[in-house]
Each structure stands twice: as C-alpha cells, then as structure tokens.
C-alpha cells in the first residue's frame, strides 16, 4: 500500500511524514541532490531511501526510530546489542 498525499513544498512533505508513531523506514524521490541532502537528516526513518525501495544491503544497518523498535540488524551497529563500552585509565 501506498500513501500519497499531496503537498505544497518539501517543508511540508517533511511535517507529515514526521508526523506518526513510527520510524522503520522512508523513501524519497527527487532529481535534486541538493534536495536529499538537505532533507535526509532530518527524515526521522532509521533507513531513507533515495530513488529507490527496499533496497537492503547485508552490510548497512536496519533499524527503526520511535516505536518501530530499537537497535539495529546488518551491519557493524548490531554488534552494539552484545557489547558493554568501558574506559580504562592507566598512569604507568
């Protein structure tokens, strides 16, 4: 299913998609790369896809924002749910 809705500007594209519960994931078409990257920071989506959908790659992390859970699979950034950071100071 798709939901479009039709929007004066890229400001307000971006109020409503930010507008939800949920964070898994986004996609955004443009010509404009200006445009991406202007916008892709502040999509709040653990993946934003540029162009394109579902495209999963074993070695980018997946994951979501707000209720869409918490963590992430793939990549370097799953190990960070087995891991404890510790700092350790020695003067020798």
Not at 3 to 31: C, F, H, M, P, Q
Not at 48 to 55: A, C, E, Q, R
């Amino acid at each position: 299913m798709v939901n479009l809705i039709r929007v004066a500007d890229a400001e307000e594209a971006l109020s409503k998609a930010n507008d939800t519960d949920y964070g898994l994931t986004a996609s955004l078409w443009t010509t404009s790369l200006q445009q991406v990257m202007a916008l892709t920071p502040r999509i709040q989506a653990g993946t934003v896809w540029v162009n394109t959908h579902t495209l999963i790659d074993a070695n980018m992390p997946f994951g979501g924002f707000k209720q869409s859970g918490s963590g992430r699979d793939f990549g370097p950034d799953w190990l960070d749910a087995y891991t404890e950071t510790k700092s350790v100071c020695i003067r020798y």
